[in-house]
């Protein structure tokens, strides 16, 4: 607005930027515009107050100076109209210096925020990489526990069947000797009862004989014979007896062995089931890994978003800057800097 009353300048800002623009601590507010005076100071954080872009040494839409330089000179009131753009022209001029001196330092501040940048993205190639990795040891942990869980399956039934079997045996095979033993005591019984009922006999036969002892004495003889014979049966009868009692104790202790190798078998299948728990407590703590390393590639993944943010916003504060020195120089009518 070049007219009689003084030289101004306005922009326009738009805010698209994420964590807010704001116009000398006042929020634009998003895909909202306003107005950008002269002196007034424009942030891109509430917080930090980098990078900024000023418009300075012009005249404001009152007719005042805003932020003037020590090498700026003072206006004139009621001069002539050449004195007073001689005046902005060298006021220009300075502010024209100072904007390159600043887009300059901003523009080495960009350099070092893209330098920083490049390294958060390399960490975050590196995290996923860790993350990659994590999640192939995790899924061969996961396929060794299951192996692991079905072998002791596998060996858990072949346990079980082993100790069914044993137990079986070990019943049939009692079985069996308790029925062979019984079988022996009755056939024992029944030759005992024999022998006994032989004695009677005898004993009868020899008092017969007795009664007789005058008339039979071979009868006599014969009848001890025949008592001498019963006693071996007897005796043997005896024998057979007492062989049969040990073999019922041969079948017990037997039968005690069997149940030993039960609890055994038992004892293998309750080690089977602690290893396979510590397998599954392994296959956690891995999984706990893997969730850990995932939050903190997710935590990098917002902080480089952030520092993106932040150079796309120090870029616009650039542009603003460039666009600043270049109304004050078209104003100033100073030639483009080489």
Do not use: Y
């Amino acid at each position: 607005d070049q007219s009689g009353a003084g030289l101004h300048c306005r922009l326009v800002v738009r805010d698209t930027s994420s964590n807010g623009t704001f116009i000398n601590g006042n929020l634009v507010g998003k895909n909202s515009e306003a107005s950008l005076c002269v002196g007034e100071r424009l942030t891109f954080s509430r917080a930090q107050q980098f990078p900024r872009a000023t418009l300075a040494q012009l005249r404001s839409p009152t007719g005042t100076a805003s932020e003037p330089s020590s090498a700026a000179k003072p206006a004139t009131p009621g001069a002539p109209l050449a004195e007073r753009l001689v005046e902005r022209a060298w006021d220009g001029a300075t502010a024209q210096d100072a904007a390159a001196l600043g887009s300059k330092a901003l523009r080495k501040q960009t350099a070092k925020q893209q330098a920083e940048l490049a390294a958060q993205r390399a960490e975050l190639t590196d995290l996923k990489s860790q993350l990659v990795q994590a999640q192939a040891q995790a899924a061969a942990s996961e396929t060794a526990a299951a192996e692991a869980s079905q072998a002791a399956a596998l060996e858990l039934r072949a346990a079980k069947a082993q100790a069914a079997d044993a137990a079986r045996q070990a019943v049939a095979e009692t079985a069996a000797v308790r029925r062979s033993n019984e079988k022996e005591a009755k056939e024992a019984d029944a030759r005992l009862a024999e022998a006994w009922a032989a004695q009677r006999e005898s004993a009868k036969a020899l008092e017969s004989e007795r009664q007789r002892h005058a008339e039979a004495v071979r009868e006599r003889d014969g009848a001890v014979a025949a008592h001498a014979d019963a006693a071996a049966v007897v005796a043997r009868l005896a024998t057979d007896l007492q062989a049969a009692h040990n073999e019922a104790a041969r079948a017990k202790a037997a039968a005690a062995e069997a149940e030993a190798d039960a609890a055994a078998a038992r004892g293998a299948v309750g080690a089977a089931e602690a290893q396979a728990a510590g397998l599954r407590a392994d296959l956690e703590g891995v999984r706990r890994v893997v969730a850990e390393a995932t939050r903190h590639a997710e935590a990098h993944a917002v902080r480089l978003e952030a520092a993106e943010e932040m150079v796309r916003g120090r870029q616009l504060a650039m542009e603003v800057e460039a666009a600043a020195a270049r109304v004050a120089r078209e104003e100033a009518g100073a030639p483009r800097p080489r």
